[in-house]
């Protein structure tokens, strides 16, 4: 029951007693006591009177900003970024410190600890109240939480999410990949701030689309909701890691235009792109795309003109498909294959407006991702804090 009144409050701000009753269809002496327990552990607190009505002013309730905070930790190659928000979702505060030299598990763990600590102190916030953490870390983690590899820390099958559980007394959510992260940090800070619903469409080493209404993400019933980087769209394609063939992902993601590069004879490419193409030290694929994508004449017969308006229309079809089925304000661009590559950029953007149904009645704005990496931990801690809300049963008691 406690639980369920400070979900109500939460969801309507705030709120007189009276009508929490009507909310949730209890007696009002039941939703009384359930008040009363909530007042007196911190997590409700009394907000002013309600105004212009005829009668007695009702006393307000809201729920306390400082009942709990939700920490996100972005563990990047070189650097950490913690950011904390409060109850409410506002950032409470966040900081970005270089990893040192020492980077086993043990040694990350206490630079993690340190820099929580300084967070949670400087924001006033109780260590006991840290309600939960997401964790993000460039790699392959599975469902418990471990981290199977981690190329850039060197990291193979670490107890990241327990050994974080532990330490901080919290659920603790892992993830390896980006993708929902940056949808919630672009939704609360990034290119979709003002906007009441978005599309996330990332590419990068995956493709996927995130949904976000009114700061809410669309998970699914099994958290696959926008996973389009495995619909196929080229039957008997190229294969994909998943298993199957001609997968969106099997065919524009950063990884599949690397390899088509790769295919493609030395002479059909310029010498710069030659060099990292066959760089034996193993360029990073975003850097590859780049360089390919700035030295594209665009001219018919140029191999690359094929590779790119492929690798368009495939990406252009991933961001269409997302447009049709959730119908958003805003669509976000995001991922590497976009970041400081406005020709892509544009020329998917050209391609949507062909794709997508009433383009000139829609108003569908199509911005660039914001997302730097310093806002993953924003916004792994403001998804953590929304999965609170969504289920505050297990930490509220009663
Ligand atoms: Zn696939």
Same mark, same amino acid.
């Given at each position: 029951?406690?639980?369920?009144?400070?979900?109500?409050?939460?969801?309507?701000?705030?709120?007189?007693?009276?009508?929490?009753?009507?909310?949730?269809?209890?007696?009002?002496?039941?939703?009384?006591?359930?008040?009363?327990?909530?007042?007196?552990?911190?997590?409700?607190?009394?907000?002013?009177?309600?105004?212009?009505?005829?009668?007695?002013?009702?006393?307000?309730?809201?729920?306390?900003?400082?009942?709990?905070?939700?920490?996100?930790?972005?563990?990047?190659?070189?650097?950490?970024?913690?950011?904390?928000?409060?109850?409410?979702?506002?950032?409470?505060?966040?900081?970005?410190?270089?990893?040192?030299?020492?980077?086993?598990?043990?040694?990350?763990?206490?630079?993690?600890?340190?820099?929580? &600590? @300084?967070?949670?102190? =400087?924001?006033?916030? !109780?260590?006991?109240? *840290?309600? /939960?953490?997401?964790?993000?870390? #460039?790699?392959?983690?599975?469902?418990?939480?471990?981290?199977?590899?981690?190329?850039?820390?060197?990291?193979?099958?670490?107890?990241?999410?327990?050994?974080?559980?532990?330490?901080?007394?919290?659920?603790?959510?892992?993830?390896?990949?980006?993708?929902?992260?940056?949808?919630?940090?672009?939704?609360?800070?990034?290119?979709?701030?003002?906007?009441?619903?978005?599309?996330?469409?990332?590419?990068? &080493? @995956?493709?996927?689309? =995130?949904?976000?209404? !009114?700061?809410?993400? *669309?998970? /699914?019933?099994?958290?696959?909701? #926008?996973?389009?980087?495995?619909?196929?769209?080229?039957?008997?394609?190229?294969?994909?890691?998943?298993?199957?063939?001609?997968?969106?992902?099997?065919?524009?993601?950063?990884?599949?235009?690397?390899?088509?590069?790769?295919?493609?004879?030395?002479?059909?490419?310029?010498?710069?792109?030659?060099?990292?193409?066959?760089?034996?030290?193993?360029?990073?694929?975003?850097?590859?795309?780049?360089?390919?994508?700035?030295?594209?004449?665009?001219?018919?017969?140029?191999?690359?003109?094929?590779?790119?308006?492929?690798?368009?229309?495939?990406?252009?079809?991933?961001?269409?498909?997302?447009?049709?089925?959730?119908?958003?304000?805003?669509?976000?661009?995001?991922?590497?294959?976009?970041?400081?590559?406005?020709?892509?950029?544009?020329?998917?953007?050209?391609?949507?407006?062909?794709?997508?149904?009433?383009?000139?009645?829609?108003?569908?704005?199509?911005?660039?991702?914001?997302?730097?990496?310093?806002?993953?931990?924003?916004?792994?801690?403001?998804?953590?804090?929304?999965?609170?809300?969504?289920?505050?049963?297990?930490?509220?008691?009663?």
């Amino acid at each position: 029951m406690d639980w369920q009144v400070l979900q109500v409050v939460h969801r309507l701000g705030a709120t007189p007693q009276h009508k929490l009753a009507e909310h949730i269809g209890r007696q009002r002496s039941t939703i009384n006591g359930a008040v009363q327990r909530l007042l007196a552990s911190g997590w409700l607190a009394r907000a002013g009177r309600s105004g212009t009505g005829r009668g007695r002013p009702a006393i307000l309730l809201a729920v306390e900003r400082d009942a709990g905070c939700f920490a996100g930790i972005d563990i990047a190659a070189s650097e950490l970024h913690i950011a904390l928000v409060g109850a409410d979702g506002a950032l409470l505060d966040d900081v970005s410190a270089p990893l040192g030299d020492d980077r086993t598990l043990p040694a990350v763990m206490d630079q993690i600890d340190l820099n929580l &600590r @300084g967070l949670l102190s =400087r924001a006033g916030a !109780r260590p006991d109240r *840290l309600l /939960g953490v997401w964790a993000g870390v #460039g790699g392959a983690v599975d469902h418990h939480g471990v981290v199977v590899t981690c190329a850039s820390l060197g990291w193979h099958n670490e107890p990241l999410g327990d050994t974080l559980a532990n330490r901080c007394g919290c659920k603790v959510l892992v993830q390896g990949s980006a993708p929902v992260m940056n949808a919630a940090a672009e939704a609360l800070m990034g290119a979709g701030r003002d906007a009441e619903s978005l599309v996330y469409f990332h590419a990068g &080493r @995956g493709i996927s689309a =995130r949904f976000v209404q !009114r700061g809410q993400q *669309l998970a /699914g019933a099994t958290q696959r909701a #926008g996973e389009l980087g495995h619909v196929v769209v080229e039957p008997g394609g190229p294969a994909c890691a998943c298993g199957n063939r001609g997968c969106l992902e099997a065919v524009a993601s950063g990884p599949a235009i690397v390899e088509s590069l790769r295919r493609l004879p030395d002479s059909g490419l310029p010498a710069s792109v030659v060099k990292l193409v066959r760089d034996s030290n193993g360029c990073p694929a975003s850097k590859i795309v780049g360089a390919a994508h700035r030295e594209w004449s665009g001219e018919v017969g140029d191999p690359l003109t094929e590779l790119f308006s492929r690798a368009t229309n495939h990406l252009a079809m991933g961001a269409a498909m997302a447009v049709a089925a959730y119908d958003p304000q805003v669509l976000v661009l995001g991922g590497y294959l976009f970041e400081n590559n406005v020709g892509l950029l544009d020329a998917v953007r050209a391609a949507l407006e062909k794709m997508v149904l009433d383009w000139d009645t829609r108003g569908l704005d199509v911005v660039e991702g914001e997302v730097i990496s310093q806002n993953r931990a924003v916004g792994g801690a403001a998804e953590m804090c929304q999965r609170f809300w969504a289920n505050p049963r297990g930490v509220v008691v009663g």
